[in-house]
């Protein structure tokens, strides 16, 4: 299971996101009729560590993350809050895959729709920087 599918699943778990989303919570992008609010995570790079033997089946690999989170104005926010609480100082193990720090890079941006009404959909996006371990066998 990818990294990303991990984290889908570990939101999908938390009912304080879930109570904004249900299960729209997507990998890379939302299906087309996909309903609001919602939660895209996208991988925007990776950059392996590699170690002469100390760690003989695993690597240290460092995923960055855009979590966007998708609604109208309060709700995309509340949603992002409800995300951030949860992503941010991430450790542990997800799905097999063991997570050593996840940090929320300082930046969020916010993406307004182009209906362009004060009640349309509104963007909020977190960027990510999430150390796992990958089984190198």
Wanted: include cysteine.
């Amino acid at each position: 299971m990818s990294l990303e599918d991990s984290i889908v699943t570990a939101l999908k778990a938390q009912a304080t996101v879930t109570k904004w989303t249900g299960k729209r919570i997507y990998k890379d992008k939302a299906p087309q009729r996909a309903g609001f609010p919602r939660v895209v995570i996208e991988r925007l790079d990776s950059e392996r560590q590699y170690d002469s033997g100390a760690l003989p089946s695993n690597q240290l690999v460092r995923g960055e993350f855009d979590v966007l989170c998708q609604g109208s104005d309060s709700k995309a926010y509340s949603l992002a809050d409800a995300v951030r609480k949860y992503m941010n100082g991430l450790t542990g193990t997800i799905q097999g895959t063991v997570i050593r720090r996840t940090t929320m890079e300082d930046k969020t941006n916010f993406t307004q729709f182009k209906d362009g009404s004060e009640d349309g959909l509104h963007e909020v996006a977190q960027t990510y920087s999430i150390w796992h371990m990958e089984a190198t066998s």
